[in-house]
């Protein structure tokens, strides 16, 4: 009974996670069409898989001034967006050149910028790779939640062979 317990417990948090992704999904597309109807959008992120990772959006206009900075940081589901008054009317490239303004960031913000920096650099100079767009690679099982699991149920398994072995003798 405790294990049906257990697992229930496990299905219901599982459950609760997924919908709490999804609506921190609908918070970025909301936000992402917000940006999106004053002009182009860049974004960067510094994804961290037990850290506080961030993602920002950036507001461009034609001329590729920014208008406006989005930055969501968090570990959890319940991080949201926030605006950063950084460089607003001035061209990204300077932004990105600014180590004064990027020293005032945060670590992980600062990363994020960079990030967007990049691919903005990228997408004017035909520098894309093909790996920026390729999600082919990813995969649940590679998560490494999975390979603690897999770890834990490999030693676990050895332990009972090793009881079994003890017990024959």
Same mark, same amino acid.
């Given at each position: ?14 459950? $609760? ?18 940006? *999106? ?44 967006? *926030? ?26 913000? *600062? ?18 790779? $093909? ?13 490494? $939640? ?10 676990? $398994? ?12």
């Amino acid at each position: 009974m405790p294990f049906l317990q257990i697992g229930l417990m496990i299905a219901a948090a599982f459950l $609760v996670q997924a919908l709490m992704g999804f609506f921190q999904i609908k918070n970025f597309a909301k936000h992402y069409r917000e940006v *999106r109807r004053r002009g182009r959008v860049l974004i960067g992120k510094n994804p961290r898989r037990f850290r506080s990772g961030s993602l920002m959006l950036i507001g461009l206009d034609s001329a590729g001034r920014v208008q406006e900075i989005r930055v969501m940081k968090g570990v959890s589901v319940f991080s949201r967006f *926030r605006e950063l008054s950084l460089g607003v009317g001035r061209p990204i490239e300077e932004i990105g050149a600014d180590h004064d303004a990027l020293q005032r960031l945060s670590r992980t913000e *600062r990363e994020c910028l960079l990030n967007a920096y990049r691919n903005f650099i990228n997408f004017k100079t035909h520098n894309l790779s $093909v790996e920026d767009f390729d999600t082919s690679s990813v995969s649940i099982f590679s998560l490494p $939640v999975f390979n603690s699991l897999l770890a834990t149920g490999r030693s676990k $398994v050895r332990k009972l062979m090793r009881e079994c072995d003890r017990d024959a003798i």
